[in-house]
């Protein structure tokens, strides 16, 4: 009896993970995110599910799987779970030879006769926000070289986590040296609160008192976050953008699924649009519409007038 109420109150070991059952999960994850987990990183998934089941109290990872295919409770599930499943790293200006192709390349000679035009902008798999907030900063600073202009930049991610932290636009104080001086002037400010000399709490100073920082409030507003699974790209709300980005996502997805993919988000670009992926992430992709743009350093595509 001592024993079974144990059982029922904190679960037993996780068992090692059969090739199976390995299968089974490497499926379902493919199925619904597009994310390949080649046998290599069977150790990876197997430590996220073991934290994600002691954290849900469950010790069969069978159980747990048909858990996750059992209706809305299963789904409500699937939403930590995906979280967990995914990689988030990113960074702050993450490739620069990409950004100076779109701020120096691309965009003046696109705005060039339609100088108040809006861009539109998509961070295609923008994790924690970095990425969406890197955009802003460089398009606020190549369009405000460039005349007036507004712009705006849709966010999107399968992680629910991931987009309540770019929402929340703070990072650790350690991320500004990410930043380009000239762009954390500009447009970052520190956060937080520390000891102030009267034994009460105080804003900070400056970065070096700050233990975290925040994007300037008229950035913030420009970047918007949506939960999207690419993989649903076909009927994707947004149309005719300008700009699309996508970097470090594709790279998961298996060969045969990204050709597909990559076209679906080719048709949402405006003629002169241009297609930003990670060098060296696709090979051979072509598509009648798409003109390649930049050097061997880049992998950029600018969709024909
Ligand atoms: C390694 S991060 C890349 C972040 C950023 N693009 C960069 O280059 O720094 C990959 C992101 O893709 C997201 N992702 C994976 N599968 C996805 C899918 N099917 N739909 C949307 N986002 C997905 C993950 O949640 C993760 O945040």
Redesign the pocket.
């Known amino acids: 009896m001592r024993q079974a109420l144990a059982n029922w109150t904190t679960p037993g070991p996780v068992p090692a993970m059969d090739d199976a059952t390995f299968g089974r999960w490497v499926d379902l994850l493919e199925r ?4 390949v987990v080649p046998p290599g990183r069977k150790a990876f998934l197997v430590a996220a599910l073991r934290t994600r089941m002691r954290e849900a109290g469950k010790s069969s990872f069978e159980a747990y799987f048909d858990e996750i295919l059992d209706g809305p409770r299963g789904a409500i599930e699937w939403a930590t779970l ?2 967990r499943l ?6 702050f200006f ?2 620069p030879p990409s950004l100076d192709l779109v701020a120096r390349d691309w965009l003046p000679a696109y705005r060039a006769g339609q100088s108040d035009a809006p861009i539109h902008a998509w ?6 926000g ?2 969406a907030f890197t955009l802003a900063m460089v398009l606020d600073r190549a369009m405000a070289a460039g005349g007036r202009g507004y712009y705006g930049i849709t966010a ?4 629910a986590a ?1 987009l309540a932290v770019g929402r929340g636009a703070t990072y650790p104080v350690a991320k500004l040296d990410e930043i380009p001086l000239s762009y954390r002037e500009a447009y970052c400010a520190p956060a937080g609160e520390v000891f102030a000399e009267d034994g009460g709490v105080r804003a900070p100073r400056g970065f070096e008192e700050a233990d975290s920082f925040t994007i300037a409030e008229p950035l913030r507003k420009r970047v918007g976050f949506v ?6 790209v076909a009927r994707a709300p947004l149309k005719r953008l300008d700009l699309i ?5 594709l ?3 298996a060969r045969e699924r990204r050709a597909g993919l990559l076209q679906a988000i080719a048709d949402l670009l405006k003629p002169g649009g241009l297609l930003v992926l ?1 060098a060296g992430e696709v090979l051979g992709f072509n598509h009648p519409q798409l003109t390649r743009l930049g050097g061997p350093q880049t992998l950029a595509f600018r969709r024909n007038a």
């Open positions: 619904r995110t597009g994310v995906v979280d995914t990689v988030h790293q990113t960074h993450r490739h961070s295609i798999g923008c994790a924690t970095e990425e999107t991610d399968i992680s991931a939960q999207f699974n690419l993989l649903d980005y996508c970097q470090n996502v790279i998961y997805f990670g």
